[in-house]
């Protein structure tokens, strides 16, 4: 279990949790975030407008542990928003613009603890929007697993189940299921040659 540094208002820093859907990312960021208040800190999370599951104001995990949120679109007004804050959060960072990595270096220069939770990689295991990016600027990153829904190994991949294409497709159960890396090439696979299969009876 990651163990916060402690934090003294004067030295910032940048910490990632990421890892596939369902595998606790959101329920680690809402656990540090409770433990910064415990220590008396003052803290501000956010998350992209898009994402409308579960609640409008508030940030929930899998098990429904909550807390209030900002909802915003362009990363830059976590600036003007977080001037008196100790610890900023941000979670599903994978749907925010590039913008948002000198917006957490911002931050994390200016003295602040920032806390970044998001997806690595998409439903085709490719890196994820700005993630790799953020990732690479930060002091402390965690990846956590789910469980393999075909074998109960540890899963790090986000397998779509739905046929929409979008990169961006917010769902739960529904649309996605967490894979380990030898399910989701054999899926990936499967997937190809019903696609060529197809292609060819196509041209019949």
């Known amino acids: 279990m990651f ?7 004067l030295h910032g820093w940048i910490e990632v ?18 433990r910064a208040e415990l220590a008396h800190l003052s803290i501000r999370l956010f998350k992209p407008l898009i994402d409308t599951r579960y609640s409008m104001e508030s ?10 949120c900002v909802r915003i679109v362009n990363p830059e007004s976590i600036l003007a928003d977080t001037q008196n ?15 948002l990595v000198n917006v957490c270096t911002a931050l ?3 003295g602040k603890r920032v806390i970044v939770s998001g997806l690595d990689m998409d439903y085709r295991g490719l890196p994820f929007g700005v993630m790799p990016h953020i990732i690479a600027r930060a002091e402390f990153v965690t990846k956590v697993h789910a469980i393999c829904v075909q074998c109960g190994s540890l899963a790090n991949y986000s397998h779509r189940i739905s046929s929409d294409n979008n990169l961006i497709l917010i769902g739960e159960k529904d649309r996605y299921e967490p894979l380990c890396r030898k399910c989701f090439c054999q899926v990936c696979q499967q997937q190809e040659h019903s696609t060529s299969t197809q292609n060819i009876f196509s041209k019949q």
């Open 3 to 9: 163990s916060e540094p402690h934090y003294d208002g």
């Open 17 to 34: 949790i990421t890892g596939s859907m369902f595998s606790g990312k959101t329920e680690e960021l809402l656990r540090r975030l409770r």
């Open 59 to 68: 940030v929930v995990s899998h098990d429904n542990t909550r807390l209030p």
């Open 85 to 99: 804050v100790d610890v900023v959060a941000i979670d599903e960072a994978q749907f925010f613009s590039e913008a």
């Open 108 to 110: 994390a220069d200016a």
